[in-house]
Structures are given as C-alpha cells and as structure tokens.
C-alpha cells in the first residue's frame, strides 16, 4: 500500500463518478480487504473524501524529467 504517495484514479464508476472532474491527486489514509479497497483524502481539497474505492482503479502519478 503507497500510503503517502499521491494517487490518480483510472476508473471512475461505481458513484464515483463525482469526483471525475475533482483534481485527480488523492492520498490513501486507509485500507480494508488486505488493501482491495481504499479510502482516499483529495490532495487538493482534503474535505473531499472518498470512503471506499478498489486499490486497481488507481495508479501512482509519478512526474516525468
């Protein structure tokens, strides 16, 4: 688990559609299921939260020199 590490999501279903159009930088503050499903904090705006989301839909952003 890449706690710390900020995080895009890919795949936006499941309700989580909301948050596609939200700045795509989230941080993992939590796991459940042996780190199947995450909750996320919004790098930019920490009041948005995301309760539960699967681990496969995100990736690490990684800056490229």
Do not use: R
């Amino acid at each position: 688990m890449d706690f710390g590490i900020p995080q895009k999501i890919n795949t936006f279903d499941d309700g989580n559609q909301i948050y596609k159009y939200m700045p795509n930088a989230w941080i993992i503050i939590g796991s459940q299921f042996n780190g199947q499903k995450v909750k996320l904090k919004n790098k930019i705006d920490e009041k948005i939260i995301i309760n539960s989301i699967s681990s496969w839909k995100l990736s690490p952003i990684t800056i490229q020199s």
